[in-house]
């Protein structure tokens, strides 16, 4: 009966090892993906807030594009939507190839916000309509290769409130370090 136990438990320790509560999505497997091209590493869009983050310390590479096509998950308009959810107004665009041809176009934010749009091989729309993806992984990814632009943007903020006489003289450096120690 130990034996049974003892198998049965090593059985699904390995399932629940092999395949994670939430796979990615499975129409873009990473083990088909024959070439990936960053066509633009960073690019501001209308919502940039450089008081959160300047758009020109976020650069998008293919290990980013690779990391997002593993754990990114499929979510509605309503939840993708920038008026309802955090957005830092910068993204990378990229191109992945797979094998059979298809090509997904990818938009990336900081953030783990992703847009998507499928192509033939002739980049003709294959599907409609774009998908909206959120990653959770790539944003504390991406977020922890960004600390100091966090901290650039964090004083940039805080010397603008402190000129404008909205916090007291020598406030901004205080709850800089205080920001700078909580990271």
């Not at 699904?12 to 590493?41: G, H, S």
């Not at 033939?120 to 774009?130: N, Q, V």
């Not at 959770?136 to 903020?157: N, Q, V």
Request: with cysteine.
């Amino acid at each position: 009966m130990k034996k049974i136990n003892i198998c049965m438990t090593a059985a699904v320790l390995l399932f629940a090892a092999t395949f994670p509560a939430e796979a990615a999505d499975r129409r873009y497997p990473i083990a088909y993906v024959q070439k990936v091209e960053v066509t633009n590493p960073s690019r501001r869009t209308a919502w940039e807030d450089k008081d959160f983050l300047d758009c020109d310390d976020v650069v998008l590479t293919e290990e980013d594009v690779r990391y997002a096509l593993r754990h990114m998950r499929k979510v509605p308009w309503k939840v993708y939507d920038p008026e309802n959810t955090d957005t830092t107004g910068c993204q990378g665009s990229a191109l992945v190839t797979f094998k059979n041809g298809r090509i997904l176009a990818m938009g990336i934010e900081p953030t783990g916000r992703i847009t998507t749009a499928e192509y033939d091989a002739g980049m003709k729309i294959a599907a409609s309509p774009a998908g909206f993806y959120e990653c959770d992984p790539c944003r504390e990814r991406k977020m922890k290769f960004l600390k100091d632009a966090l901290y650039r943007a964090d004083e940039r903020r805080l010397k603008k409130l402190e000129a404008e006489g909205k916090i007291p003289p020598g406030e901004a450096e205080r709850r800089l370090k205080t920001l700078q120690t909580s990271r």
